[in-house]
């Protein structure tokens, strides 16, 4: 019965014998780290960290054991069954070990010490990469951008004059760093005052800056302040060039109209497609009356569902606009609303 037991199966009931266990730990763990662990009990992780589509090729032992100042360390065997060296067990093992850290995160007193181990048997000679940085290209690179502290950019601590050295990516940073401490009416006229250079950066870019940090702000604004809003800007832009840029915060609303239109009017065409092919397809033939009735009911349901999402989008706009008292024909020509029902919606307001 022995004989017949596949590799791994034989090394895997090996070491879950605890006997065997500790000797195999003391005799492969480096020094270092076997000097602040406490090899007197060992305790065999249930849990499995290998992919379904590997385990054919591997199975994985985990042991836990307690260091000397009883914090709980991981040491993980990971088995080769194969004859042949796996050229991404580096990386495999690097998977592994983070799937182990996962489930320790929920604590912050710290992360196990993890150790890897891998016994190989095969008959060719071991050329696997032995570490993951080997697999990279520029291995050196790879291993000083993953290993060190990550780049932090932290604008909450950073001067203001540092900020606003900077050209349309001071503005974009301007504007993260005050939105969450500071009156959004008061961001808008500092950072129009402060970045004068910048501005006329942004004007040669066609305002691409200050049109999206409009839209990223505009949810922010409540809605009575917007008039405001655009008073601060035609003080330091032609009138213009304010006109135009909120004509494109208008368009961009009506383009996220169409979006919603499309998506809903998909889920609609998909519910009328499926009920109506079902009822055609049990007169018919079900397959055939299913197939014609979605594809007539999504594209009529994408039609619906596009034109009421767009009706009720440039309706909101056509309000928007009008409490900023902007020309009925602007606004007529912007979201394609008949000029006489924008002028019937203007009346109570």
Same mark, same amino acid.
């Given at each position: 019965?022995?004989?017949?037991?596949?590799?791994?199966?034989?090394?895997?009931?090996?070491?879950?014998?605890?006997?065997?266990?500790?000797?195999?730990?003391?005799?492969?763990?480096?020094?270092?780290?076997?000097?602040?662990?406490?090899?007197?009990?060992?305790?065999?992780?249930?849990?499995?960290?290998?992919?379904?589509?590997?385990?054919?090729?591997?199975?994985?032992?985990?042991?836990?054991?307690?260091?000397?100042?009883?914090?709980?360390?991981?040491?993980?065997?990971?088995?080769?069954?194969?004859?042949?060296?796996?050229?991404?067990?580096?990386?495999?093992?690097?998977?592994?070990i983070l799937l182990l850290c996962e489930r320790h995160k929920q604590s912050k007193d710290g992360l196990p010490l993890i150790c890897p181990l891998l016994i190989y048997h095969g008959a060719k000679t071991y050329n696997a990469p032995r570490n993951l940085?080997?697999?990279?290209?520029?291995?050196?690179?790879?291993?000083?951008?993953?290993?060190?502290?990550?780049?932090?950019?932290?604008?909450?601590?950073?001067?203001?004059?540092?900020?606003?050295?900077?050209?349309?990516?001071?503005?974009?940073?301007?504007?993260?760093?005050?939105?969450?401490?500071?009156?959004?009416?008061?961001?808008?006229?500092?950072?129009?005052?402060?970045?004068?250079?910048?501005?006329?950066?942004?004007?040669?870019?066609?305002?691409?800056?200050?049109?999206?940090?409009?839209?990223?702000?505009?949810?922010?604004?409540?809605?009575?302040?917007?008039?405001e809003l655009e008073r601060i800007i035609a003080s330091h832009l032609s009138k213009e060039e304010t006109v135009t840029i909120m004509r494109t915060i208008a368009q961009k609303y009506i383009d996220e109209g169409m979006q919603q239109g499309i998506i809903? !009017? @998909? %889920?609609? *065409?998909?519910? /009328? =497609?499926? #009920?109506? +092919? &079902?009822?055609? $397809?049990?007169?018919?033939?079900?397959?055939?009356?299913?197939?014609? !009735? @979605? %594809?007539? *009911?999504?594209? /009529? =349901?994408? #039609?619906? +569902? &596009?034109?009421? $999402?767009?009706?009720?989008?440039?309706?909101?706009?056509?309000?928007?606009?009008?409490?900023?008292?902007?020309?009925?024909?602007?606004?007529?020509?912007?979201?394609?609303?008949?000029?006489?029902?924008?002028?019937?919606?203007?009346?109570?307001?």
């Open positions: 019965m022995t004989s017949r037991l596949k590799h791994d199966a034989l090394i895997k009931k090996i070491l879950t014998n605890p006997v065997a266990a500790q000797e195999f730990l003391e005799y492969y763990l480096p020094a270092d780290f076997k000097a602040i662990v406490d090899l007197t009990k060992i305790t065999i992780e249930k849990e499995s960290f290998v992919e379904e589509d590997l385990r054919r090729k591997l199975s994985d032992l985990v042991f836990s054991v307690q260091t000397k100042n009883h914090d709980t360390a991981f040491v993980y065997v990971l088995i080769e069954a194969q004859a042949t060296p796996d050229h991404w067990i580096a990386l495999r093992l690097w998977k592994y940085w080997q697999l990279f290209s520029h291995p050196e690179h790879a291993k000083k951008l993953m290993t060190e502290d990550y780049e932090l950019i932290d604008l909450q601590s950073m001067p203001e004059d540092e900020i606003l050295k900077k050209k349309q990516l001071g503005m974009f940073e301007y504007m993260l760093k005050y939105i969450h401490k500071r009156d959004l009416l008061k961001v808008w006229a500092e950072l129009l005052s402060k970045c004068p250079y910048a501005v006329l950066v942004d004007k040669e870019k066609n305002y691409l800056c200050i049109k999206t940090l409009l839209w990223y702000t505009d949810a922010k604004l409540p809605e009575a302040q917007q008039q809903q !009017g @998909m %889920e609609q *065409g998909m519910e /009328k =497609g499926i #009920e109506k +092919g &079902m009822k055609k $397809g049990m007169e018919q033939g079900m397959e055939k009356g299913m197939e014609q !009735g @979605m %594809e007539k *009911g999504i594209e /009529k =349901g994408m #039609e619906e +569902g &596009m034109e009421k $999402g767009k009706t009720k989008r440039n309706f909101e706009i056509a309000k928007k606009m009008l409490a900023n008292n902007m020309d009925a024909t602007l606004i007529a020509h912007i979201t394609g609303l008949d000029i006489s029902f924008i002028r019937t919606l203007k009346q109570p307001l």
